[in-house]
């Protein structure tokens, strides 16, 4: 059974006078507590006369340690009873050991003995621990308890030994197991959260909300709904699922009793951060909506894997929808993603900074084309930049993908974005409007260059015509060039773009100076890769 239960069954032995008020927080006994006339009450008792009679015959011992609060004493037996007369059952069992407690509280301590052994072979030295117990104090009181001897041979210092066996063996470390209803309120105490009379309640709320389920041993296991629960209070409100909102309203309290601290003034603060903390919920709760539409959705049970965690190189599964989204199930983490467009792996490409495997989006069949980090998509790495932030507009220095060495030249149309190149479509699209220039057909394959452009400033781009298609007339079939002043590149961008180079290249040139002043908001080009 587990902690609300116990406490039913200790208030009913305490309605029925057989222990001591069980809500109490005290663990020392009181000054004038009458502990020899406690332990003579049991001189009589079947199941421990003869623990009893053995104290009162030799000397009962005080207890060493412990805290009087001051209201109750600990819990302790306040009449002998028999199995029969309680009833037997849990109800026996929560007695029986109240009074085998109270029993060694003030019994004589154990005394063992402890052996160690340490045995040199070659330079190594191995040690082994024997145990043998003189006096078995407390343990007499709880037998459950006892200690079994562990037994050496006979040695001799300084002597030689045979070695008969040595094997090596290769084991690898378990994960923590679920913790149980003591481990948590153990924790509960640790951390100041609730008191000897709630803590019980907290453990049945949780369990009665179905956050976690009661395992073998009285092991918690968390939920899929308690799982994404604390998670999603991550998301909004890192503070949310630390002990210490609880642990501190629980000092204040402890304040107020004492006469610290003023009632009106801890409520106030308390309502008042409560009510801070609500209203940026509130205005945040779609972080935490994600996640649980991640995990609990029809679509989220279709859905199928598409690229690597960055956290735990697990994979995440793409979940459609009006609002997709990446779920990591092992991290419990919802990365949202770009409602339009076809979302696809993009050849198994990490992002430098969180190791992130890259998605591609491609809007349309023949539209705008953009690489993204799924982590620095909602969570942008540099300061200043707005959730949302693709490669095309990422400022990182080296990332092959990242606006630094994948921009060519400003945009002409919206006048303040950047026409970054996609090698695989041969064409550039801005990263801030729908503008878009296609590379002639007789283009076989396009690369950056590491060369500027005198005139406008823009990065060169190296492009290679197809043999048969050739517009040189020096014989080669590769050339570097402006996109907007080249001779060669201009004129067949101007032919194939009318639309956007309609303004005339002298235009174009001029705009371009303009945009290289723009460049500082965006990253300079002229940066070595």
């Not at 009833?87 to 160690?116: M, Q």
């Not at 303040?416 to 409007?433: E, F, M, P, S, Y």
Request: aromatic share 8%; net charge positive.
């Amino acid at each position: 059974w587990g902690a609300q239960q116990a406490m039913h069954l200790a208030e009913w032995l305490y309605t029925s006078g057989y222990i001591s008020y069980p809500r109490t927080e005290s663990t020392a006994y009181p000054k004038h507590f009458e502990l020899k006339q406690t332990v003579a009450m049991f001189r009589n008792n079947p199941e421990f006369s003869s623990v009893a009679q053995t104290l009162l015959s030799e000397g009962i011992c005080a207890p060493r340690d412990g805290t009087d609060v001051g209201d109750h004493p600990p819990i302790v037996p306040t009449k002998s009873a028999t199995r029969g007369e309680i009833g037997g059952g849990d109800a026996w069992k929560l007695y029986e050991y109240v009074c085998a407690h109270f029993l060694a509280t003030v019994s004589p301590d154990c005394i063992f003995l402890r052996t160690t052994v340490d045995i040199q072979i070659g330079s190594e030295t191995f040690s082994c621990f024997g145990k043998k117990v003189l006096s078995e104090g407390w343990m007499l009181a709880m037998p459950w308890a006892a200690r079994e001897d562990v037994s050496l041979p006979t040695f001799v210092q300084g002597e030689s030994v045979n070695v008969l066996r040595c094997d090596l063996t290769q084991g690898a470390t378990s994960p923590p197991d679920y913790l149980t209803e003591s481990d948590l309120i153990s924790l509960m105490e640790k951390h100041g959260i609730g008191t000897d009379a709630s803590i019980a309640t907290h453990i049945e709320n949780i369990c009665k909300r179905n956050y976690v389920t009661i395992g073998s041993g009285r092991r918690m296991i968390p939920t899929s709904l308690g799982i994404v629960l604390i998670h999603g209070y991550a998301r909004v409100d890192a503070q949310m699922k630390e002990p210490a909102i609880r642990a501190n309203i629980e000092k204040n309290v402890d304040l107020i009793a004492t006469g610290k601290a003023s009632f009106d003034l801890v409520v106030s603060n308390a309502l008042q951060g409560y009510k801070s903390k609500f209203e940026y919920l509130v205005n945040n709760i779609n972080r935490m909506d994600e996640l649980f539409e991640a995990t609990f959705s029809t679509q989220a049970s279709a859905a199928k894997p598409l690229s690597r965690c960055g956290r735990c190189n697990r994979y995440m599964k793409l979940i459609h929808g009006s609002k997709p989204k990446l779920h990591c199930a092992h991290c419990d983490e919802a990365y949202s993603l770009p409602s339009r467009g076809t979302i696809r792996l993009f050849n198994e490409i990490r992002c430098p900074l969180d190791r992130f495997e890259l998605i591609l989006v491609q809007i349309g069949i023949d539209g705008k084309c953009f690489t993204l980090c799924p982590y620095c998509y909602n969570h942008p790495p540099f300061d200043g930049v707005s959730v949302g932030m693709a490669c095309n507009t990422c400022t990182h220095p080296t990332c092959d993908n990242s606006l630094t060495q994948r921009g060519v030249a400003p945009c002409l149309d919206c006048e303040t974005g950047t026409l970054v190149l996609d090698d695989a479509t041969k064409k550039l699209d801005c990263n801030l409007c729908n503008c878009q220039v296609r590379l002639p057909q007789n283009v076989h394959k396009v690369a950056i260059s590491h060369t500027f452009c005198d005139q406008c400033a823009s990065r060169k781009i190296q492009v290679t015509f197809h043999k048969d298609k050739n517009p040189l007339t020096d014989g080669g079939t590769t050339t570097t060039e402006c996109l907007w002043c080249g001779v060669v590149l201009g004129a067949m961008i101007e032919q194939k773009s009318a639309r956007m180079r309609g303004r005339g290249r002298g235009r174009g040139r001029g705009r371009g100076r303009r945009g290289r002043g723009r460049r500082k908001q965006q990253g300079d080009f002229r940066t070595n890769p």
